[in-house]
């Protein structure tokens, strides 16, 4: 049913389009059931895209806090954790966050305000615990529902297997034109074999996105070349987030400039994405000066993420509105100061 919320073409399904097409494998046609799970689907999935970006982004904003629910007549049980500020790995929100409750329209909002625990009275309410099926984190394990919701504790003994069946015949086979290369750590690369990337180009991406794949996970699909004369396709696909993406691997000795200019050249090529693979040294005050110069003009308005993979091997993920936000922020900050 989950996998039914969203079209051929990756777009999320009205209510009324899901109901439709759920007819033939569902047992219950409760409208306000359906309603109620179909709407936790969605808020539990952005909550889980989210959470993807507080733990990328906990050193500019370490702390999460619990903002309230956003419903006409919201529920008493999260007011007392309403306010809530803790950092990220804090764990408390492993047993308590938005989300946990069918329907809740409570919401985390990353900052770097002063601390703020939820008084311990809160804790002792039954009330305040996770709904069954609900107590899971999305964003970290990649499940919409435990297996503790009520559908797989009193499903029937063969129903494991007859959803793998199922699964497995939905699969959409891809285009012939693409070789999946899979890693142990869950990620991919599809390389294409037609219309196959310039000799220069493709040692550069199967470098870059071989690494973010084997190492981090990655799903990416590197992408041929465009036959149109005058035209270049982005380097690869990102095929979790549906994002173009760029890579560039700087040479300069300024840090500064080696983040600017590759952000800015990704910006040119209408990419989404840049990952910027670095093999030097630089300071984190060269990088965010980086970042800032780049977001703070008009050299990114294009890009949605950044993905920089430090000279030590380890990567961080940025979302391109936050930085805009922080580094927005702080200069409204200096010019009143």
Known sequence: MANRMIDEN??????????????????????????????????????????????????????????????????????????????????????????????????LRANDKEINPPKQEVFKNPKNKPMPGLENNPG????????????????????????????EMQKIEKPEVFETKKYKSGGTVENPTVGKQNKNEAAKNKKVYTELAKIYGEKYRLLPVNNEKGVKNPDALNLVTKQKSDAKIPVTDNGKNAIQSSIKGANTQKVQEVVIYLEKDYSMYDIRMGLKNAFMSNRAKNIKSVIIRFNSGNIKKYNADNLRKVFSKTKNTQRKQ
């Open 10 to 107: 990756g777009k999320l399904k009205s209510f009324s389009k899901w109901v439709k097409d759920t007819e033939d494998i569902r047992r219950h046609y409760v409208r306000s059931w359906l309603k109620t799970e179909y709407n936790t689907a969605i808020l539990r999935a952005h909550q889980a895209a989210d959470w993807k970006q507080f733990e990328a982004e906990k050193d500019i904003l370490p702390n999460l806090e619990w903002m309230p629910s956003t419903s006409a007549v919201p529920g008493d049980d999260h007011i007392g954790f309403w306010n809530t500020i803790l950092p990220v790995d804090d764990p408390f929100w492993n047993s308590h966050k938005p989300g946990d409750r069918w329907n809740c329209k409570c919401s």
């Open 140 to 167: 970290k394990d990649a499940k919409l529902f435990s297996s503790k919701n009520a559908y797989q504790q009193k499903a029937y003994s063969g129903a494991k297997q007859a959803v793998a069946e199922f699964l």
